[in-house]
């Protein structure tokens, strides 16, 4: 029973508990369980989850930017921090900034969860011609016409 309380109170055993409850759709569950792992002493995952959270459910963006920007630096291979950051500037209207994570996060380690977030957030390919604005006429004609043939 002793070790059933102590194995609860483990940063590790919280962290697992705050994903599970993060895709249950428990959103504010799962920040208390970030926010008592850190404390504890929690791993760059965590750390990630709780920025994300904490930008997203307490609004507190800068704070959440930092902790997950810090992630990144201690596990830089690691796609999770860059879909946990790019789901809370996403979530503030910096949508360009959080497409370029997810495509970082996809060239790292290819998900499905990736993926399925850069469908929701709806990732456009680039402009036929570079040069002109994505409205311009000559552009909009073109990639019809190549996606009208398949070749787009």
């Not at 959080?98 to 993926?115: F, G, M, N, Y």
């Amino acid at each position: 029973m002793a070790m059933d309380i102590e194995q609860r109170n483990s940063p590790q055993w919280l962290c697992s508990r705050g994903i599970e409850l993060l895709r249950e759709g428990d959103r504010l569950r799962a920040l208390n369980m970030f926010e008592k792992s850190h404390q504890l002493g929690s791993n760059p995952e965590c750390r990630s989850y709780l920025g994300m959270l904490t930008g997203t459910e307490r609004g507190l963006v800068k704070q959440g930017i930092d902790l997950c920007r810090a992630s990144i630096e201690d596990e830089p291979k690691n796609p999770v921090h860059y879909l946990n950051l790019s789901k809370l500037l996403y979530s503030v209207d910096r949508k360009t900034e959080a497409v370029d994570l997810l495509v970082k996060a996809r060239t790292i380690a290819p998900s499905q969860e990736v993926d399925t977030w850069i469908m929701s957030v709806g990732l456009r390919k680039r402009p036929v011609f570079p040069f002109l604005t994505r409205q311009n006429p000559v552009n909009r004609l073109t990639g019809l016409m190549l996606r009208r043939f398949g070749f787009r």
